[in-house]
């Protein structure tokens, strides 16, 4: 157990929706990243929030957006779903930001997209 | 370009032997670090080893060690004393030192242990 809890664990809905995924990183984490994994796509960051504030974004797409609230926890959220959407989204946190701060991700949420 | 590669999609082991895992890396930064993840079938993300490019020594960890090469740019992963428990798949991942620390990962490897 990595200390990172991420909900649902399973998400099945349709084409046009809105979900949203939630994460609660490790207790003293600051930094929490997001990731999704796709067969096609692999495994790609989609953002970062360190202490609150966005601190770096990657292959995040318009219809996707995240928050990290003030208690640490942080959301993603997923509007206009397509079929192509359907994916396991990570959550990690790190203590810090930095080179060698491991990330410590969590079980993942499994999105279908029907 | 591609970050990482990891050119075997899968390997087959013997129980209690060691298997290695290639990793080469793209990079012009001279500050980044390379993480190996292993991926069980029931899809959380574990971390296992870390090295930094600066590090003298290889990285160990248990049963689990990183031959790096930073002149041919490898990071290959040696997993030794093979168990049942190891099948899964290994992602190796590198962060680069450049203000924003996120991973990136290569298509991973499947490894399968067998009695």
């Known amino acids: 157990d990595s200390g990172v809890t991420q909900t649902p664990k399973h998400l099945i809905t349709a084409t046009g929706q809105r979900v949203t995924l939630r994460c609660s990183p490790r207790?003293?984490?600051?930094?929490v990243y997001w990731y999704q994994q796709s067969l096609d796509q692999g495994l790609q960051f989609l953002i970062q929030?360190?202490?609150?504030?966005?601190?770096a974004k990657g292959n995040i797409l318009e219809r996707f957006s995240a928050q990290q609230f003030p208690d640490l926890h942080s959301e993603l959220n997923l509007s206009s779903l397509e079929l192509g959407d359907s994916a396991l989204y990570f959550c990690?946190?790190?203590?810090?930001?930095?080179?060698?701060?491991?990330?410590?991700f969590g079980p993942g949420t499994r999105l279908t997209v029907t | 370009a591609q970050k990482i590669t990891q050119t075997q999609p899968g390997m087959f082991v013997q129980e209690k032997e060691a298997v290695t895992l290639d990793c080469t890396y793209d990079?012009?930064?001279?500050?980044?670090?390379l993480f190996w993840y292993k991926q069980p079938s029931s899809g959380e993300m574990i971390f296992l080893i870390y090295?930094?490019?600066?590090?003298?020594q290889n990285a160990t960890e248990g049963r689990y060690s990183l031959n790096f090469q930073k002149a041919r740019k490898s990071a290959n992963l040696v997993i030794s004393a093979s168990q049942l428990g190891d099948s899964a798949m290994y992602f190796c991942?590198?962060?680069?030192?450049?203000?924003?620390?996120?991973?990136?990962f290569g298509a991973g490897t499947t490894v399968t242990v067998r009695a």
């Open positions: 990079t012009s930064d001279p500050s980044y670090g």
């Open positions: 991942a590198m962060r680069e030192g450049q203000g924003d620390y996120k991973l990136s």
């Open positions: 090295q930094g490019s600066y590090d003298q």
């Open positions: 929030y360190y202490n609150g504030e966005e601190r």
């Open positions: 207790s003293g984490d600051l930094s």
């Open positions: 990690a946190s790190s203590v810090r930001t930095g080179i060698a701060y491991e990330q410590y």
